[in-house]
C-alpha cells in the first residue's frame, strides 16, 4: 500500500487559514470515511486532531477542521497561531484492512 | 488518565532480536484494538502492526511479516511486538497507539527507539 500525497510543506502568517491536502486512491481515501489527521511537534508523539474526516475529539480546537472530496481529503486550520507550528500527517483505512499515513507536512507560522 | 509506556527499544546488530513492550493504564485495555506505529529519523509514520481485543485478528505492513510478532497480555494491560531478524531499515522510534475505532489512534506513548547497526 503506497503512502498517502501530502504536500511537503505549508506556511501561513498568525491569523490567516491554512489547508493541508492528502490524496489517495478509492481504496483507501476515496473509498471509505475513515480518514484521521495527526499532529507532531518535534520530539513528541503524534496526537490525534481529526477523526472520521470531520469529527474532532474532544479537547481540540475548533480551529482544525477536516474534510474531503473524492480521494482527496483536507486539513484547514483557521486563525493560524505559533503553537499550530508542527508536522501533520493524514491516515486512511485501505481496502488491505490495514491503515496507510500520508508522507506528512511541515507547517510553519511565519 | 490514559497511559501507554513503552519500553524495550535499545541498540542491537542486524539479525538481531529485541521484545518491545507497551504498559498500558487508565483505560479498559482488554476493549480496545492496539497498534504499533513506527517513525525511521527524520521520516513519517508507517503503521507497523495492529491486533484486536482478543488477539485473534493480527495484521502486519508488507515489509515486517514473517519477522515480527505482536501480541497482548490483557491480564497485564500489556501490548508487545516481538522484532526478529532486525534490519538496518527496521531503525525506528516504535510508539503504541490505542484504536479509538476506525484506525483512529486517539492515545500515543512516549516511544522507545530501536536502533540497527553493525
Known amino acids: 500500500q503506497s503512502a498517502l500525497t501530502q504536500p511537503a510543506s505549508v506556511s501561513g502568517s498568525p491569523g490567516q487559514s491554512i489547508t493541508i491536502s492528502c490524496t489517495g486512491t478509492?481504496?483507501?481515501?476515496?473509498?471509505?470515511?475513515?480518514v484521521s489527521w495527526y499532529q507532531q511537534h518535534p520530539g513528541k508523539a503524534p496526537k490525534l486532531m481529526i477523526r472520521?474526516?470531520?469529527n474532532r475529539p474532544s479537547g481540540v480546537s475548533n480551529r482544525f477542521s477536516g474534510s474531503k472530496s473524492g480521494n482527496t481529503a483536507s486539513l484547514t486550520i483557521s486563525g493560524l497561531q505559533a503553537e499550530d507550528e508542527a508536522d501533520y500527517y493524514c491516515?486512511?483505512?485501505?481496502?488491505?484492512?490495514?491503515?496507510?499515513f500520508g508522507g506528512g507536512t511541515r507547517l510553519t507560522v511565519l | 488518565e490514559v497511559q501507554l509506556v513503552e519500553s524495550g527499544g535499545g541498540w542491537v546488530q542486524p539479525g538481531g532480536s529485541l521484545r518491545l513492550s507497551c504498559a498500558a493504564s487508565?483505560?479498559?485495555?482488554?476493549?480496545?484494538?492496539m497498534t504499533w506505529v513506527r517513525q525511521a529519523p527524520g521520516i513519517g509514520l508507517e503503521w507497523v502492526a495492529n491486533?484486536?481485543?482478543?488477539?485473534?485478528?493480527?495484521y502486519y505492513v508488507d515489509s515486517v511479516k514473517g519477522r515480527f510478532t505482536i501480541s497482548r497480555d490483557n491480564a497485564k494491560n500489556s501490548l508487545y511486538l516481538q522484532m526478529n531478524s532486525l534490519r538496518v531499515e527496521d531503525t525506528a522510534v516504535y510508539y503504541c497507539?490505542?484504536?479509538?475505532?476506525?484506525?483512529?489512534?486517539?492515545?500515543w506513548g512516549q516511544g522507545t527507539l530501536v536502533s540497527v547497526s553493525s
Open positions: 472520521e474526516v470531520s
Open positions: 487508565g483505560f479498559t485495555f482488554s476493549s480496545y484494538w
Open positions: 478509492s481504496s483507501d481515501v476515496g473509498g471509505y470515511k475513515y
Open positions: 491516515s486512511s483505512y485501505t481496502s488491505n484492512i490495514t491503515p496507510v
Open positions: 491486533m484486536n481485543q482478543d488477539g485473534s485478528k493480527r
Open positions: 497507539a490505542r484504536d479509538g475505532g476506525w484506525y483512529a489512534h486517539d492515545f
